[in-house]
């Protein structure tokens, strides 16, 4: 069985950062391609980093380039997320996916990916 662990998440203020992690069973994720994904409370999933199966190729949505570092570590069968420079709209709710490809497209969308993790709460205060 398949599942993903995300961590990390907490309450910080605005201009921090917060490195998230994501921890995978059930599946070698060294073969997959992995996103990060954060709904916001109201608001559609939003599909923020992609990192290719070797790790070669990162994603990002434009909301959050520069700010957001994708990385995968395929020994641990993890992927993190940090973030910098943290603003109150970074708050939401952050899950880490596993798509069947071992790259990224060119969009970072939710239907491509099978496997979900339960999220990790992120929240900047002002």
């Known amino acids: 069985q398949v599942r993903l662990v995300e961590s990390g998440g907490g309450l910080v203020q605005s201009g921090g950062s917060l490195r998230l992690s994501c921890a995978a069973s059930?599946?070698?994720?060294?073969?997959?391609?992995a996103g990060w994904f954060r709904q916001a409370p109201g608001k559609e999933r939003e599909g923020v980093a992609c990192?290719?199966?070797?790790?070669?190729?990162?994603k990002y949505a434009d909301s959050v380039k520069g700010r957001f570092t994708v990385s995968r570590d395929n020994a641990k069968n993890t992927v993190d997320l940090v973030i910098n420079s943290l603003l109150p709209e970074d708050t939401g709710i952050y899950y880490c996916?596993?798509?069947?490809?071992?790259?990224?497209?060119?969009?970072?969308?939710?239907?491509?990916?099978?496997?979900w993790g339960q999220g990790t709460q992120v929240t900047v205060s002002s």
């Open positions: 996916a596993v798509q069947s490809l071992n790259y990224c497209p060119a969009r970072i969308v939710a239907s491509t990916y099978s496997n």
């Open positions: 990192i290719s199966a070797g790790g070669s190729s990162k």
């Open positions: 059930g599946l070698r994720m060294a073969y997959y391609s």
